[in-house]
């Protein structure tokens, strides 16, 4: 199984534990913190970033349920994988209600060990893209001024059009910023920023002709329209 490197936290009070995982984890070409101690691991914390760590439930000083709770009271939203040779399912379900990515029970297999890992990698992988597009998805709309409830929903359903695959058409009058929206909109990217304006024809054309092009029509409605449209 291949994995790119990440910063990996690993704490356990046996360290014959401690020295497999980390063997098995640098093996996959991750850099791994090792703590002995609920201590350790906080203080580790002070000093480094990692994507993911494996806090033992059963440590000496302080349990891993109560590390898990000051890592989350910190503010830190890294996946955490429990593990215990005492597992039961009251403490799998404390342990995810603390905020664990996922609770494995000792002895584990290391195979099993490194697809949660990777698992997780992946899932913190996906939410930084996600929290990348969202502040990517504000600064394009940071020029949209306006505090009314009306601009305010306009931005909001432009937010939400902007996440469909679909065609969005804009709607409005000259010079209430169509142009604006729509060079903001994040698909662009996709398609290579291509756009195609149609206001500058618009403008030449009559309405009786747009009304008949776009909207539905039926027999004998317009002088000139001898067949069903819709």
């Known amino acids: 199984m291949e994995l790119s490197g990440e910063t990996i936290l690993v704490a356990d009070d046996d360290p014959y534990i401690g020295k497999v995982l980390t063997d098995r984890l640098e093996a996959l070409g991750h850099r791994v913190l090792l703590a002995a101690s609920g201590k350790g691991v906080l203080e580790l914390l002070e000093r480094h970033d ?31 994988v429990m593990i215990t040779a005492y597992g039961s399912i009251d403490l799998t379900v404390q342990a995810m209600r603390e905020g664990a990515y996922d609770f494995i029970p000792k002895p584990f297999k290391l195979d099993h060990i490194a697809l949660v890992i990777q698992k997780a990698i992946e899932q913190q992988r996906l939410r930084r893209k996600v929290e990348i597009l969202s502040e990517e998805t ?19 359903t432009a937010r939400k059009a902007a996440q469909a695959k679909a065609t969005v058409l804009l709607l409005g009058e000259s010079g209430t910023g169509k142009e604006l929206f729509g060079a903001r909109h994040p698909q662009l990217e996709r398609a290579q920023r291509r756009s195609f304006r149609c206001h500058q024809l618009c403008r030449s054309l009559k309405r009786t002709f747009g009304e008949r092009t776009v909207r539905p029509r039926k027999r004998g409605l317009y002088g000139r329209a001898p067949t069903e449209k819709r």
Do not use: H, N
């Open 138 to 156: 504000d600064k394009r709309y940071q020029l949209l001024i306006g505090k009314s409830s009306q601009m305010t929903q306009a931005v909001e």
């Open 50 to 80: 990692p994507q993911v760590a494996l806090l033992d439930i059963a440590m000496a000083d302080i349990t891993g349920i109560e590390v898990l709770k000051e890592i989350r009271r910190r503010g830190r939203d890294f996946p955490i």
